[in-house]
């Protein structure tokens, strides 16, 4: 080997050597741990499995540079306290659902679900294209978070009830679990609403301390066993028609991260969006039919009397949360408008479609 190359090549291998040892050190200290505490049981089907599967696919797509640690309800903090964990810099981030701060701010209840309001497609558009993102910063920067969509369940099933529900009036004395402004509408009609976390809903319906409880749909709701308590299974529910789920993260933590950290935890967050949605959308038909025929569950609707009761006591819930603040006004005066645009033209679209296909076909 010529002298001039021996010293070319050895130059270039002790940069290399020296790399290597200033930059094993600095990839360590330079990653960046994400303490994540949810709102559900650990394994939980459908929203459990979900938050766990974006919690871990963070760390894979950031190749180890955040590693995520996460918590299920009860295993660092309940469940409905991981909101003050995560604001308050104990964690850096809760995966909820944001209607469960209402009692904070009414404004919270609509990103995740509000009665009468979108589903989520719609909710979807309005969010990333309709401003709705924009009002989420700006009720998030009040209490120092920073929200992102993380999940969706579509639009929801009226509820488990262990009586008929033939008319509002059936409503009254009821003690149902139901969260966000639902809850404030059933109140309206008379019944004793309840909140609570998902885990405790099934010991609370068998008991009887509670007669009947929303969850979500067929494909979640058949692993909680709701129908070994409550036979009578109510569609549409008014209360969640669709929306989405919550990666709230501490701001002060989000505003440390580099832009291409931050680029990386949306899009992991809007994979999972996806994700979830879609696979609620894929089991709910299946699973409806197992509660049904194998369970002896009876599948109900609200009569269009129950439900204009519904719509009634739900103008005044809104009306009750415009008066909250400006913020809740501006809020609401956004989404009710994005609503109308964006449910006008899905009812001479997708609605009228689906209708039309299911006619001609005889999907029942």
Same mark, same amino acid.
């Given at each position: 080997?010529? +002298? ?9 291998? #002790? ?9 094993? &050190? ?15 049981? +650990?394994?939980? &089907? ?13 760390? !894979? ?9 996460? %918590?299920?309800? $009860?295993? =660092? ?29 009414? #404004?919270?209840?609509?990103?995740? /679900?509000? &009665? ?15 401003? #709705? ?65 998902? $885990? ?6 068998? /008991? ?11 494909? @979640? ?15 549409? $529910?008014?209360?969640?028609? $669709? ?6 993260? @501490? ?17 992991? /967050?809007? !994979? ?13 038909? !299946? ?8 369970? *002896?569950?009876?599948?109900?609707? %609200? ?7 519904? *719509? ?5 819930? %809104?009306?009750?949360? =415009?008066?909250? /603040? ?30 039309? +296909? ?7």
């Amino acid at each position: 080997m010529k +002298r001039r190359d021996f010293i070319k090549t050895a130059g270039v291998a #002790g940069i290399a050597t020296a790399a290597s040892t200033i930059a094993a &050190p600095a990839i360590a200290q330079g990653r960046k741990e994400m303490v994540i505490v949810s709102t559900w049981p +650990r394994d939980f &089907p459908g929203l459990g499995l979900s938050a766990q599967r974006l919690a871990a696919r963070i760390t !894979e797509l950031t190749e180890g540079s955040i590693t995520t640690q996460y %918590f299920a309800a $009860g295993e =660092r903090v309940g469940a409905f306290d991981v909101f003050d964990e995560v604001a308050g810099g104990n964690a850096q981030a809760y995966i909820a659902a944001d209607y469960y701060w209402k009692g904070k701010h009414p #404004g919270w209840a609509y990103f995740t /679900s509000v &009665p009468f309001g979108m589903t989520t497609i719609e909710w979807n558009a309005w969010i990333k294209f309709k401003g #709705g993102q924009a009002l989420w910063d700006e009720i998030g920067g009040e209490f120092g978070l920073k929200c992102l969509p993380c999940g969706a369940t579509g639009t929801q099933m009226g509820g488990w009830f262990n009586k008929e529900i033939e008319s509002a009036d059936d409503l009254k004395g009821l003690k149902m679990r139901i969260p966000g402004l639902g809850n404030d509408v059933m109140a309206k009609l008379g019944a004793s609403p309840v909140s609570l976390p998902g $885990g405790q809903i099934y010991e609370n319906l068998v /008991s009887g301390a509670i007669d009947a409880t929303e969850w979500v749909g067929p494909y @979640n709701d058949y692993f909680m066993k709701f129908y070994e308590a409550a036979k009578y299974y109510y569609h549409p $529910g008014f209360h969640e028609p $669709g929306g989405g789920l919550s990666m709230g993260m @501490n701001a002060s933590w989000w505003g440390s991260l580099t832009q291409s950290e931050k680029n990386i935890i949306t899009a992991a /967050s809007m !994979e999972e969006h996806a994700a979830q949605y879609e696979e609620t959308m894929a089991f709910n038909g !299946e699973y409806l039919s197992r509660l049904i025929n194998d369970h *002896g569950v009876e599948l109900k609707r %609200f009569s269009e009397d129950t439900y204009d009761a519904f *719509g009634e006591a739900a103008a005044e819930v %809104f009306e009750e949360t =415009r008066d909250h /603040s400006a913020l809740a006004k501006k809020i609401d005066d956004n989404f009710q408008a994005s609503l109308r645009e964006l449910g006008y033209y899905q009812s001479i679209a997708e609605v009228a479609y689906s209708v039309e +296909r299911n006619r001609v076909l005889g999907i029942e």
